[in-house]
């Protein structure tokens, strides 16, 4: 099924497709609607036709939907929940994808709008001038590497302005996420690398301040103003359940449809790469960098967590090719192996928390990749669907559409970890 054209409805029914039916999207690089826009270098950003597609099935047979994302991230679900004014519930371990997340769901009227553009002005003609306040210096070991130093300075003038004047709370998140967009066109950083990285070989031009965060506020506000334009009565807040998408039952049976998009197996950690954005706005110092290690979903930090035996039993064969592979190679792979095996254990309880906050007859959609490990092909979306069904779901369908533009991909040399389809699996509780 090609997708040439979308709408506010999506452009498909996931509840029409076919068992396996590969449908077809529009690239993302020229989807330019707001859920692509706000901090679009969030890594890992799912598409949001599917929420959008999804969500707008359901609602025909409900004033008012609760929606849950337990892997929220940007809020990419969240946004297209709100656009059909159901209720958004959500969980996320990163304090710097909350805080996206919940500026993406921000509303301006035109009063603040000009409230908005006249601190802009004022940031300008003052910025240069202003102090800087050591205290708000980032917390991070060695995060001056990443920058020339009279950069570094610009930047901690243009933070000390912004936080000691603007005292509106909402202004502010805006600016917070408007300032963190400008981080990275302003360091020695590279613009497409997913990674904090220098290259020796290609020296990047790096962009002045203020001229990138200016152009990042309007594209911002921009993006704003246009999700504003598709509705003014949206819910504009999350309930959030936890930080820890493993542990969360607040609440019992309330929640209507959860859709999500968890990190892919062996994949990124999203920690490392948004760790200099997330010391300059303040969402993340030295120590917390373990600690949100240790609740990140597959990672390695985990791997000698208690396994479910059903997880054991399931993966043992992925398991034993992954030793085999290794020993082929004179490589070690048990602690790679085991990683893997987490991964699908932290699923499994996810799955667990979704279920008892779902109500009877509730549905989970939940978006992923199968993965290459080390050159053993492991069927992600069909162990999910396994641990899903052992622990009292029905599988009711799936579908899947390729990815036409990589940025998730992990590179690997020949060992792959290039994904080319994901998989929508939909389960009913």
């Known amino acids: 099924m090609e997708i040439e ?3 506010k409805t999506g452009g498909y029914n996931p509840y029409e497709l076919g068992w396996d039916e590969t449908i077809s999207f529009p690239s993302t690089r020229k989807l330019s609607e707001y859920g692509n826009r706000l901090y679009n270098r969030y890594p890992a950003r799912s598409i949001f036709l599917v929420p959008r597609a999804t969500i707008n099935s359901k609602v025909k047979d409900k004033k008012e939907l609760n929606v849950l ?6 809020g990419t ?19 710097f994808a909350r805080l996206i997340a919940e500026v993406s769901l921000f509303r301006f009227s035109e009063k603040e709008e000009k409230e908005l553009n006249s601190i802009m002005k004022r940031l300008k003609s003052n910025w240069a001038d202003y102090p800087i306040n050591e205290f708000y210096y980032p917390n991070l070991n060695n995060i001056e590497y990443w920058f020339d130093s009279n950069i570094f300075d610009d930047l901690l003038r243009l933070k000390s302005i912004i936080y000691e004047t603007v005292l509106n709370e909402k202004f502010l998140k805006f600016l917070k996420i408007t300032f963190a967009d400008c981080i990275k066109p302003s360091s020695k950083m590279e613009r497409q690398s997913t990674k904090p990285y220098i290259s020796s070989k290609f020296p990047k031009k790096i962009k002045p301040v203020f001229e990138s965060f200016e152009y990042s506020f309007y594209a911002h506000l921009n993006a704003l103003k246009q999700y504003n334009s598709f509705s003014k009565k949206s819910s504009n807040e999350i309930k959030w359940l936890g930080f820890d998408a493993t542990n969360f039952n607040s609440v019992k049976e309330i929640i209507d449809i959860a859709i999500t998009s968890p990190p892919y197996l062996n994949a990124f ?9 997330s010391a300059w706005v303040g969402t993340l110092e030295n120590e917390d960098i373990l600690k949100l290690r240790s609740v990140q979903v597959g990672n390695e930090k985990r791997r000698d967590n208690d396994i479910d035996s059903f997880i054991v039993t399931l993966f043992k064969p992925f398991y034993e090719a992954l030793i085999n592979q290794g020993e082929k190679e004179n490589k ?15 699923i499994r309880s996810n799955l667990m928390c979704v279920k008892d906050v779902l109500k009877k007859g509730g549905e989970y959609h939940m978006i992923i990749g199968d993965n290459t490990i080390k050159k053993v092909e492991i069927p992600t979306h069909k162990l999910i669907a396994d641990i899903a069904k052992k622990n009292g779901f029905e599988w009711f369908g799936y579908y899947k559409y390729a990815i036409k533009d990589h940025r998730t991909s992990i590179p690997r040399m020949d060992n792959g970890g290039k994904i080319n389809y994901e998989f929508v699996i939909m389960l009913r509780k």
Request: charged share 15%; proline share 4%; hydrophobic share 35%.
């Open 332 to 346: 070690n792979y048990t602690n790679i192996a085991k990683t893997c095996l987490s991964y699908f254990n932290d």
């Open 269 to 277: 950690d999203y920690t490392q790469i948004i760790k200099i954005e």
């Open 69 to 74: 994302d337990p892997f929220m991230g940007s």
């Open 5 to 7: 054209t979308y709408n």
């Open 77 to 95: 679900t969240a946004v297209e929940a709100s656009l059909t004014n159901s209720v958004i519930y959500g969980a996320e371990m990163d304090p």
